[in-house]
């Protein structure tokens, strides 16, 4: 089993910054994929970032350019930097780690708001 627990979410003015971050701990193979997804009201979960443990990175459309994913393999730890945030960026981010099952964590609210 894996728990992943997120931090930093919180209120920001639009253009404002964010950092996540995700610490797992339990079983962790040396080998997975650690990544964010976010759910805003009303809408579909959606895929915001992932990188592998060797570090390939993918991002959602909605966000290249803004937000980077980062990852520090010793500490079993995601992050994610997010810059220019948008009001339309609003969601709850979950955290996920895939290694053969998919982890989830409970979210972390951020609210993009003037």
């Known amino acids: 089993q894996v728990q992943l627990v997120e931090s930093g979410g919180g209120l920001v003015q639009p253009g404002g910054s964010l950092r996540l971050s995700c610490a797992a701990s339990?079983?962790?193979?040396?080998?997975?994929?650690m990544g964010w997804y976010r759910q805003a009201p009303g809408k579909q979960r959606e895929l915001v970032a992932r990188?592998?443990?060797?570090?390939?990175?993918t991002y959602g459309d909605s966000v290249k350019g803004r937000f980077t994913i980062s990852r520090d393999n010793g500490k079993n730890t995601v992050y994610l930097q997010m810059n220019s945030l948008k009001p339309e960026d609003t969601a709850v981010y979950y955290c996920?780690?895939?290694?053969?099952?998919?982890?989830w964590g409970k979210g972390t609210l951020v609210t993009v708001s003037s």
């Open positions: 996920t780690m895939v290694q053969g099952a998919t982890y």
């Open positions: 339990g079983s962790i193979f040396r080998i997975n994929t």
């Open positions: 990188i592998t443990s060797g570090g390939t990175t």
